[in-house]
């Protein structure tokens, strides 16, 4: 089943989910410099999913709208969850969802 973007920016997103998928799998296993700190990732990856479950929800696509949103509410910055030994865990599953969401609305 295809996607209900019209090409618009329902495509738009996909770039910047594209890179934040690297992005978090890159710094979950240390392959950036120590100066990309959990701050940075957190402000990414809020950012990020919170536009794209607007411009998810806007083209009706309810399951990657609800995927985005959940997931800029547990990575956020300005209330940050206390996730401990969780935190990886939630950039690796941060990175799959982001790169689902770009494979299958491509």
Known sequence: MASKG???SGK???IPLALLSAFLFFQTFGMLPTAVNDDIVRWASCATFAVAAVVFGKDGSA?????????????NPIYPLGLGDLWSGAKIVGG??????????W
């Not at 399951?63 to 990575?75: H, I, Q, S």
């Not at 799959?96 to 969401?101: K, Q, R, T």
């Open 6 to 8: 019209g090409g618009g």
């Open 12 to 14: 738009t997103i996909l």
């Open 63 to 75: 399951v990657w709208c609800g995927l985005c949103a959940a997931l800029a509410v547990v990575l």
């Open 96 to 105: 799959v969802v982001a790169g689902a969401a770009v494979v299958r609305n």
